[in-house]
């Protein structure tokens, strides 16, 4: 575990008039983002029907798309056993993509993904999350400011409240060794969930940090006929009655009231419906949310370009219909 000492003198101090200045994280420029999913977070040496292809970042450097989101399971390419060292060949693969977006001019979001024995054996696991962290932060040192890390994505079980606040924290004192004025994303409880904002760790002293929250509200509508989200097969559920749309506006104010009040950008991680609901329910939703959202300062990713949340085709390589217009994605070349 992070010593207690070098935390302490890491997100100490004066600190408090950092927190609401609006100068925090000035240097975070994503406006609209995507997040190449399904991709590097499957189980080791699994494929979730989504492999790295260059085609993909090639088509979102063709639009007013300014960031990509690459979640990475990084727990699976290192072991339990101290110094948890990660494989040079799973760093070779991540370079790759990277690579692909920053020849695209985008900036990228690197995190830890699915790191499933931390959520639920904190106590076991904190040392490996610093550790990654530790590696992944030299790693990258020398790469450009456009490289941001997200601490941690959708904290859960036992991996919540002040566990989780201290855990994330130890990972931010790792990036903050090598990284000292990277920008970092860090997320709260429940599955990083809008509802998790408040949890979100204090980080006094630290200007370059952003707060992030996924959403997938309502769920029954959101996950319809997901099986491995334990949603019936043989179920259709509809949205878009006045109260569902007055909830979408009511979470974006919650959304700017946590920026307000915290001083930090505000960023909508995830959000997406699944590829089984037909396109004419997804669409309507995905607009709503990304237009109440961006009218509140808060800047979209949605989930998952080409796989499970898909908005591209990758057989026709074009915009699924009506999904480039919900997204506000303009072609720039």
């Not at 499933?116 to 790469?143: G, I, M, S």
Request: hydrophobic content about 40%; glycine content about 6%; some cysteine.
């Amino acid at each position: 575990m992070i010593s207690t000492m070098f935390r302490s003198t890491l997100l100490s101090t004066a600190c408090a008039l950092t927190a609401l200045s609006a100068a925090n994280a000035a240097g975070f420029e994503t406006k609209k983002c995507i997040n190449i999913g399904n991709t590097l977070e499957a189980p080791r040496d699994a494929s979730w029907g989504n492999a790295p292809d260059r085609r993909y970042f090639t088509a979102i450097g063709k639009t007013n798309i300014d960031t990509v989101r690459i979640p990475v399971r990084w727990s699976a390419y290192a072991p339990d056993e101290t110094p948890y060292t990660i494989e040079q060949d799973w760093f070779d693969t991540v370079d790759e993509m990277i690579g692909w977006a920053l020849e695209e001019d985008l900036n990228v979001i690197l995190n830890i993904h699915h790191f499933d024995e931390l959520y639920e054996n904190p106590a076991d696991y904190d040392d490996k999350f610093a550790a990654l962290w530790r590696q992944v932060a030299d790693h990258y040192k020398e790469y450009p400011d456009s490289l941001y890390f997200e601490i941690l994505n959708e904290p859960r079980d036992a991996l919540s409240g002040e566990v989780m606040q201290d855990v994330l924290l130890d990972g931010l004192a790792a990036i903050r060794e090598t990284n000292p004025e990277r920008i970092v994303i860090i997320g709260g409880d429940e599955w990083n969930s809008i509802r998790g904002l408040p949890s979100i760790p204090e980080t006094p002293g630290d200007e370059n940090i952003v707060h992030t929250f996924h959403y997938y509200d309502p769920h029954e509508f959101t996950h319809q006929k997901a099986p491995w989200a334990g949603m019936p097969l043989d179920r259709d559920v509809d949205w878009g009655t006045e109260e569902e749309r007055q909830q979408v506006i009511d979470d974006a104010a919650t959304a700017k009231a946590h920026g307000d009040k915290t001083g930090y950008p505000v960023f909508l991680g995830e959000y997406g419906v699944y590829d089984q609901v037909p396109l004419e329910k997804r669409v309507p939703w995905t607009a709503m949310v990304r237009e109440t959202m961006e009218e509140a300062g808060v800047s979209t990713c949605p989930w998952a370009f080409a796989n499970t949340f898909p908005v591209w085709d990758r057989e026709t390589e074009e915009w699924l219909p009506g999904m480039k217009d919900a997204l506000g994605v303009v072609e720039t070349e």
